[in-house]
């Protein structure tokens, strides 16, 4: 089996972070025989700079057919706040489904941490995060905007099968991972 993977650098440090991880990617494959083709998308805010384009409808039509997207980093300076993640990042997710973020949190052996007194041993575990719910919607608004009484609102929607869906993942992902088959739930907003 060939596995076929969209490789998208993006912006800022994401194109040297992906460059590296290639790498990773290759020594790893050549161990385990495992075979890949890599393809090249440019969704960045330099290419939105010179020609106006983010990700359209083709576009996601033809990531579908991949294995796998390795996305590196969205967000230009030059580039107006929200555009490129909205027409990058937001789409890619909304159109592809792309519902769990995955980010898993480890220290190394002998790695200095500013958490006193905790080690390898205390700091190894999962975040798993909704990615395409709650304040990521956008819904909201301006109410009497301009006036002294102006209200902005925004508002998380969190449908059934979005927060079902998430936490099945984490209690699946829990018990083929975690020895202690420990799960937290946290609350986080920060959109």
Known sequence: MSY???VIGGDG?????????LKVLAAVAKKHKIKYELEEFDFSGKR?????KLVGDEDIEKLKTFS?????AVGDPDVKPGIIEHGVLL???????QYINLRP????????T???DKGPEQIDFVV?????????????????????????????????????RCLRYAFEYTKKRNKRKQLTLVGKTNV
């Open 68 to 72: 796998a997207i390795y996305l590196g």
């Open 91 to 97: 789409k890619l997710r909304f159109a592809l489904d």
């Open 48 to 52: 939105y700079l010179k020609t106006g």
């Open 128 to 164: 798993v995060r909704e990615n395409t719910e709650g304040l990521y919607v956008g819904t909201g608004g301006y109410l009497k905007k301009g006036s002294p009484d102006e209200v902005a609102t925004q508002v998380s929607v969190n449908t059934r099968k979005g927060v079902e």
């Open 4 to 6: 076929k993977i969209a």
């Open 105 to 112: 949190v480890i220290l190394y052996p002998n790695v200095w």
């Open 13 to 21: 440090t994401g194109p040297e972070v992906v460059k590296e991880g």
């Open 114 to 116: 500013p958490v006193k």
